[in-house]
């Protein structure tokens, strides 16, 4: 069965970085677009960032532009979230979530089909 673990958050400084990582089994990797999403406390989930299958192809929310990077490692069936610069409204819960199509193209309207159990980001002095 579909298994995405994400992992890689904490407790950072306004202005820092962390990286997260999704470990993710069960299905063919290589084939589909994954995604990074985030909900804060009260608000609706919104997806951050996407990647398409080959890992040429990224797109991202304004907020997150210049500051977040999507990346993927099929050898490892791992995708990846570098965050920079961060700030105090960037805390949240993050989850990595798998593409519902095959070779989607990665737009911020992909529509996903499972996502993991999220870890927390804390961005605060």
């Known amino acids: 069965q579909v298994q995405l673990v994400e992992s890689g958050g904490g407790l950072v400084q306004p202005g820092g970085s962390l990286r997260l990582s999704c470990a993710a089994s069960?299905?063919?990797?290589?084939?589909?677009?994954m995604s990074w999403y985030r909900q804060a406390p009260e608000k609706k989930r919104e997806l951050v960032a996407v990647?398409?299958?080959?890992?040429?192809?990224?797109n991202y929310v304004d907020s997150v532009k210049g500051r977040f990077t999507i990346s993927r490692d099929n050898a490892r069936n791992t995708v990846y979230l570098q965050m920079n610069s961060l700030k105090p409204e960037d805390t949240a819960v993050y989850y990595c979530?798998?593409?519902?199509?095959?070779?989607?193209?990665?737009?911020?309207?992909?529509?996903?089909?499972?996502w993991g159990p999220g870890t927390q980001v804390t961005v605060s002095s």
């Open positions: 990647i398409n299958n080959n890992g040429r192809t990224a």
């Open positions: 979530a798998k593409a519902r199509l095959q070779f989607g193209v990665a737009t911020l309207r992909e529509s996903h089909d499972f």
């Open positions: 069960g299905f063919p990797f290589s084939r589909y677009s």
